[in-house]
């Protein structure tokens, strides 16, 4: 426990000298992080923040491959069926069209699976290529930092990886009764998501943060 | 020490300290310029009315069929639990207990999980905050997993479409699942992690 003369100070350091952690409001004395260290709430164990080696070169890398990975694999054929000589494929859009040719309530559900799955996925790599673009060109820094607040809204509802998990479901429900086949679209679709990931875990949000406020205008070298 | 005791609030969406200004109806964050409050507005009344929104939705997602499937013209219903013992009886009890876990066991440790932490949030119950704050943080990072049997329906509507040979069509009670998933999904945006430790150190901070 800290005595109530250090906590004095720690009230009156500047606001650049503290952290505070936003899961339990912890209030604290801010760690100086070399290259690839991490920070963890002592309280909740949360992480805090983490610092990364070239992050907006490397982010940017990776998403530019992301968007190119994303047509395919959204509209390329994910596997095939056959039932008494009639084949059948499946592509993420084909399976939005036909739960919305459904009719009726089912409606919604093809809107949320479309959203989950093609639109928010998209939304978020083309605002993480638009602020990383801000940092690097160093224009328009206060949309990048509205377009970066719009990022943290959609992050959990892009749901890519479920939908992976879906996938496998679904042949392992099929295999007995129609032999699916896998296609092309499905090894997009697993490298879009490898990509995704790994942009997740590149782009720290921290650094962003400074990078966007200006704070910091070396993050990009 | 808590920041709030300090007089500086956290920005909810960059994470930015800001000092706090008395006497003024709204403060936005310096850095984002998102609104900055002490605690989330309301968390607990609106993470309650998601709940038990959720909780209504929950009995018609788990009676109703979630799907059909038609076979020579025959056509046989589909509940979330009937799926998963189908799944035994073919013997693929791996991919049964991964959708069992998802559909059946997510959403319901969600819902009770949930309330839990706003009873004991409420009632000031003396239950360890660490413990509550992983909890918090796991049905956070959980809720999502749950869609994973809509995105299965999508996948098979799609796929087994042979007229009257063979073809697979959604219920209702895909639709009612998938509103319990993106109502607890909000309620647990709508809580506020912070007042699992307020409670710990004073009684009175989470109004």
Known sequence: MVDSVELQQLVDLPLEELVGCHECDMLLRKPQLAAGDRAECPRCGFVLYSHNHQVIRRSLALVLAALLLYIPANFLPIMQINVLGQSSEDTIWSGVLSLYDAGGLLKSIALVVFLCSMVIPLIKLLIQLLVLLSIRLNVGRSYGLLLYRMYHHLREWGMLEVYLMGILVSIVKLIDIASPTLDFGLACFVALLLVQVWLEVTMEPHQIWEALSGEDLHASH | MRAIDAGILICVECHQLNRQVLDSTGQNCTRCGARVHARRTDSLRRTWALLVTAALMYIPANFLPIMTVYS???????????????????????????????SILVPTFKLVGLTLLLYSVERHQPLSARQRGWMYRFIEWIGRWSMLDIFVITILVALVNFGSLASIEAGFGAVAFCSVVILTMLAAVTFDPRLIWDNTESDNDHE
């Open chain 2, 72 to 102: 020579l013209g025959k056509g046989q219903p589909d509940t979330i639990m009937s799926g998963v013992i189908e799944l035994i009886h073919y013997d693929m009890v791996p991919i049964a207990l991964v959708v069992f876990v998802a």
